[in-house]
Every structure is written in C-alpha cells, then in structure tokens.
C-alpha cells in the first residue's frame, strides 16, 4: 500500500506563513510529479502547483510570487511553502503523487487526505 499524509495546516492571519508537507510512505520504486490542490467551501477542486521529478515547476496565477513547492527525493516528501497568505487562500489543501511501485512499469495517481488552511481578515 501506499499513503500520502499531508501536515502543517492551520490557522492563520492574512499576511502570514505556513508550509503544508505530504510524505509518501509504503512500497515506491520512484515518483514523477507531485501536486498541491485546494478546494474551498463551495468550489470545485484547482490545482495550486506542482513539481516534477526533475525540479520543474508551475503555479495557479493567483498564487504565483506567494508559493513555492519544493520536494525531497530522498525522503519521498513534497513542500508548499506559503507566504502572504490572504483568506481566499482558504481552503482544504490535498496533494497527489505519481508513483510508481516495485515491480510496475505503470504510474498509478494517489491522494493524500487533506489539510485544512484557514486565513483569517
């Protein structure tokens, strides 16, 4: 099996920081991309960033200069650095890996739970 956890959420004023981390753990050869998403009250689910194995990353518009999404490789872990929050960055935060088992030859796509973000006016 394999499990993604996601970590770091909370409460915060509007203007500061958080960084959310989601570890993979269980049986994984490698991971191609990994992904932060968001889905506020209301909304539909949007991609916030994501990184590829490489480094390669790309953001949503609204949070570009803001976020940073870094991973570790080594420990199978991806990071969502979040400066300057505002409340419409309000949401449940999941990340989702491309993962690739022992054995496999296929990626298969996993979900973590999700974290909760709240910004406060």
């Known amino acids: 099996q394999v499990h993604l956890v996601e970590s770091g959420g909370g409460l915060v004023q509007a203007g500061g920081s958080l960084t959310l981390s989601c570890a993979a753990s269980g049986r994984i050869m490698d991971i191609s991309t990994i992904a932060w998403h968001r889905q506020a009250p209301g909304k539909q689910r949007e991609l916030v960033a994501f990184?590829?194995?490489?480094?390669?990353?790309n953001y949503h518009d609204s949070v570009k200069g803001r976020f940073a999404i870094s991973r570790d490789n080594a420990k199978n872990t991806v990071y969502l650095q979040m400066n300057s929050l505002k409340p419409e960055d309000t949401a449940v935060y999941y990340c989702?890996?491309?993962?690739?088992?022992?054995?496999?030859?296929?990626?298969?796509?996993?979900w973590g739970q999700g974290t909760q973000v709240t910004v406060s006016s």
């Open positions: 990184i590829n194995y490489g480094g390669s990353t």
């Open positions: 989702n890996a491309n993962i690739r088992r022992p054995l496999s030859s296929v990626y298969n796509v996993y």
